[in-house]
Structures are given as structure tokens and as C-alpha cells.
T-cell receptor, first 114, second 118 residues
């Protein structure tokens, strides 16, 4: 079991470039999440997918889009990267998305936008 | 409004000392859930514990213990006889229902960086 995997681990972009962060889980979880982590702050939710076929905005969705490709995969796209999107991005999954559910995290993607 | 407050930005102690990390939360829900996660220097996020709002029993797991008090909206984490390997950033998080929705969201504190000196 790999758990939650993310690619790439590191990425440097120039302002205006686009890219997609990939996330996959092998735990047969229904719910998946994308967070960003900035220095001195806790994680902030960008988008989540409560179940296959649904996506919803989180706290900081502007500048991002997501796709729940299938039950395993949930991608995050930056259409036109900005320096303010420099951050560490974490993908997570949970079995059902209920309040009691534990979220399990991938190793993170460190993104720098110049 | 800040929903999860971890007032201690950084704590530094000498190995074998006991240390308590504070977490204060704010919610209007009667049903909610609290979590602690650890983020070691390698960067991954590791789940430590979860509690629901109806269970105020303290929990002990080896050198780790958690004190949940609804009266003060606190969920504090104590490490007894700290070790260098405990050095990490520790996050407290609150799971509550999204307004007008049936889904839940995790609201995170800013984290406490714990440094254990040998």
C-alpha cells in the first residue's frame, strides 16, 4: 500500500505558466482534498471532492481548478501561476468525508513561482 | 474569525523535560471532532489522535497524552520525557460541518514548532 502519492515533489514555474499536480490514493477512499501550507499558517483547504463525480470549493479556491478523474485520482491545476501561489501543496484522502474520518496525507509538492 | 488557536508559535525544551502544547478552538456545533497531527522535518503529516465532542476522557498513548476540556474549549497535548525525535511542528485541527452542506471540513491551527535539545 502506497497510501497517498503526489507528483511532482518539487516544481519551479514562471509567472503565467500552467501546471497540474497529480494525486492518487490506493485506500479505496471516497473523499479527497487539496490543501496549501504557507509559512506560519496551518493548512488551508483549496478544493475537495466528497465522492467521485463531485467537487467543491474550500477556503482558498481562486486561481485553481480540480478534476476528480476517478475514485483514485484527484488533480489540481494552476492555469496561470502567480508568485502568491508559491506554497507546499498537500493532497489528502479519507474514507467517507464524515467529521470523524481521519484524513491521510501525501508527501507534498513544493511549488515555487518566480 | 480564528477557529483554532495554537498560541505557542515555538517551544524549545531540553530532552527529558515534559512539554504541553496548547490548542483552543471555537465552534457553534454541538457535534464536532478534534485532531492532532505531527509534521516532522521531513515534511509529511502524520495523524496522532482524534476525539469527538461527546468524549471528554483523557487519552494516553505511551509518552503522549491529551486533555480535552469542553468547558474551556481546549484540547491540549502533553509529551512526557521528551526526546529529540519529538522535534516537529504539531497541528491541532477542528472538524466541523460546512454551512448549508452535509460535508465536514478540517480547520487547522497555525501549528507549534517543538524543538527538543539534546
Amino acid at each position: 500500500n502506497a497510501g497517498v502519492t503526489q507528483t511532482p515533489k518539487f516544481q519551479v514555474l514562471k509567472t503565467g505558466q500552467s501546471m497540474t499536480l497529480q494525486c492518487a490514493q490506493d485506500m479505496n477512499h471516497n473523499s479527497m482534498y487539496w490543501y496549501r501550507q504557507d509559512p506560519g499558517m496551518g493548512l488551508r483547504l483549496i478544493y475537495y471532492s466528497a465522492s467521485e463525480g463531485t467537487t467543491d470549493k474550500g477556503e482558498v479556491p481562486n486561481g485553481y481548478n480540480v478534476s476528480r478523474l476517478n475514485k483514485r485520482e484527484f488533480s489540481l491545476r494552476l492555469e496561470s501561476a502567480a508568485p502568491s501561489q508559491t506554497s507546499v501543496y498537500f493532497c489528502a484522502s479519507s474514507a467517507t468525508g464524515t467529521g470523524w474520518d481521519t484524513q491521510y496525507f501525501g508527501p507534498g509538492t513544493r511549488l515555487t513561482v518566480l | 474569525a480564528q477557529k483554532v488557536t495554537q498560541a505557542q508559535t515555538e517551544i524549545s525544551v531540553v530532552e527529558k523535560e515534559d512539554v504541553t502544547l496548547d490548542c483552543v478552538y471555537e465552534t457553534r456545533d454541538t457535534t464536532y471532532y478534534l485532531f492532532w497531527y505531527k509534521q516532522p522535518p521531513s515534511g509529511e503529516l502524520v495523524f496522532l489522535i482524534r476525539r469527538n465532542s461527546f468524549d471528554e476522557q483523557n487519552e494516553i498513548s505511551g509518552r503522549y497524552s491529551w486533555n480535552f476540556q469542553k468547558s474551556t474549549s481546549s484540547f491540549n497535548f502533553t509529551i512526557t520525557a521528551s526526546q529529540v525525535v519529538d522535534s516537529a511542528v504539531y497541528f491541532c485541527a477542528l472538524s466541523e460541518r460546512v454551512p448549508m452542506d452535509s460535508n465536514y471540513q478540517l480547520i487547522w491551527g497555525a501549528g507549534t514548532k517543538l524543538i527538543i535539545k539534546p
